[in-house]
């Protein structure tokens, strides 16, 4: 009827607010090819004189004087401060989670996104007059709540049998970003200049966020007679504060919710190499210029996107086994056949093959969208209404694992070598196989004991009229 239309219009503004909130963070990626570029400045003439005449190219050059328009100064950054800057928007997340769930569970994701949304599109535009990885920080802050308020999301419109398809929609906003932010920021910065990147991307997060202010509505005990008393809603404020307050002692006591923390460290520390190190393997060790580089890192993320669909739809129509053993069949056909084909990469050079070593190293990452209908499905059913918090240890550890990975993978592969990326690509295998293993053995698909919502007891007795 019309409640499942409006559920499914909220569906689509929801997935699309939280994608170009993710697009406003990421736009510096596209920004800094051209920003970065010192070829590119109408000083560069100067600076090569500059260079002949001295004789040494380790001169100190201002290449962002006042006096040149914004969109011609450049900020040829060296590998440190790159790193840090880089490094800096994940500092952000993890520094904020605990301080952004606490506005989130106070606020509600209705308004606590407008004011995300908002603060997200304000520093997207800032960018370009504050370039600094201090200033990164403050934009990987802004986003955290953005994969803690999936859970509110997901807990509060979808149907009992739609979960998996809300699932793989909304965690599919990673992909939504990336598809725009890529070539469109690309294009942005190469044809008109590298401010407009943010610009252009500050305002879509500005649309987005006002579609979110008139579209979405948190629903507060959706199952239960709303009290007529407003006096009494007051003096019940205190007591449903206390039912949605997460247990943290009985949560982290948890074997099952720790299968899915171990599960999403696996998945996302092996998922980062195609988002973060796969332009290095593709032009190092397979040889591709980095123009057909860039076109093909972007296959995986157009594939995981009908398949992430594919995958929600079928956790939730699936009747030939128990919603636990879908869940294990999900998780480890991302993990399991993600590991079987990084054995068969390291067994196929691509002195071997280019073309057949390419294929191969694409399909670990598409089967990741299983993990729709693994633990990320997994972690909604088990902690009902703390799925927002949950969502956000997830974030926590999504951030640790890509922080540790872009220490480690650097410092094995120095020299971007096959024989190097063998050796990480072994680690890739251990890394699913004892994840998903503790996955299989642990989840569940029921609700925790401190999940249970006592509808009949606890929320019923909030409901009453007082006598």
């Known amino acids: 009827g019309n409640f499942r239309y409006i559920r499914f219009v909220i569906l689509a503004v929801s997935v699309l607010h939280l994608a170009f909130i993710q697009a406003s963070g990421m736009a510096f990626n596209t920004a800094f090819v051209v920003l970065s570029d010192r070829k590119s400045s109408p000083l560069y003439d100067d600076y090569e004189e500059l260079v002949n005449r001295t004789g040494s190219a380790n001169i100190s050059f201002d290449w962002s004087p006042s006096y040149l328009p914004l969109a011609q100064r450049r900020y040829p950054f060296d590998a440190v401060q790159r790193s840090f800057t880089f490094a800096a928007s994940f500092a952000g997340g993890l520094l904020g989670t605990f301080p952004m769930l606490y506005v989130l569970r106070k606020l509600g994701a209705h308004m606590t996104m407008i004011i995300v949304g908002a603060v997200s599109s304000l520093l997207c535009d800032l960018t370009p007059q504050s370039i600094s990885a201090s200033f990164e920080l403050f934009v990987g802050f802004a986003t955290v709540p953005v994969f803690p308020v999936l859970g509110d999301i997901i807990e509060q419109w979808a149907g009992v049998k739609e979960t998996g398809l809300f699932v793989a929609i909304l965690s599919s906003h990673m992909e939504i ?4 932010v890529l070539p469109v920021g690309s294009l942005i910065a190469e044809k008109v200049n590298w401010p407009t990147v943010f610009y252009v991307h500050g305002l879509i997060c500005v649309f987005f966020t006002i579609s979110w202010l008139f579209v979405y509505r948190d629903i507060s005990l959706p199952k239960i007679q709303k009290p007529k008393s407003p006096l009494h809603v007051r003096n019940k404020h205190h007591d449903l504060e206390r039912l949605f307050q997460p247990p943290y002692r009985a949560i982290f006591s948890s074997t099952s919710i720790w299968a899915v923390f171990i599960s999403a460290i696996g998945t996302i520390f092996v998922g980062q ?6 332009p290095q393997y593709f032009t190092s060790v397979l040889g591709y210029s980095p ?3 860039g076109t093909l890192t972007i296959i995986p ?3 995981q996107l009908p398949l992430k669909a594919i995958a929600g739809v079928a956790s939730d129509k699936l009747k030939l086994m128990s919603e636990v053993c879908k869940l294990r069949l999900f998780n480890s056909l991302a993990c399991y056949l993600g590991g079987a084909i990084f054995v068969v990469i390291i067994c196929v050079p691509p002195a071997m093959n280019t073309s ?3 294929v191969l190293i694409m399909i670990p990452f598409i089967l990741g969208a299983f993990t729709t209908g693994g633990f990320h499905k997994a972690a909604i059913m088990i902690s ?7 969502f956000g240890i997830v974030h926590v550890v999504a951030t640790l694992s890509l922080i540790s990975g872009s220490f480690i993978i650097p410092l094995i592969t120095p020299d971007n070598t096959f024989h190097q990326w063998r050796i990480v690509f072994i680690i890739f295998i251990a890394v699913l196989i004892i994840s998903n293993t503790f996955f299989i053995i642990f989840a569940r698909a029921e609700p925790e004991e401190w999940a249970e919502m006592k509808i009949q007891k606890e929320f019923s007795q909030l409901s009453e009229e007082p006598r």
């Not at 970003?177 to 725009?180: Q, R, V």
């Not at 190499?273 to 796969?278: A, P, R």
């Not at 009902?384 to 949950?390: D, E, G, L, M």
């Open 301 to 303: 993320t157009i594939a």
């Open 273 to 278: 190499f195609m988002g973060i190190f796969s």
């Open 291 to 293: 123009t057909l580089t």
């Open 384 to 390: 009902r209404q703390h799925a927002s918090f949950i």
């Open 356 to 358: 057949v070593a390419t």
């Open 177 to 180: 970003a990336s598809l725009f």
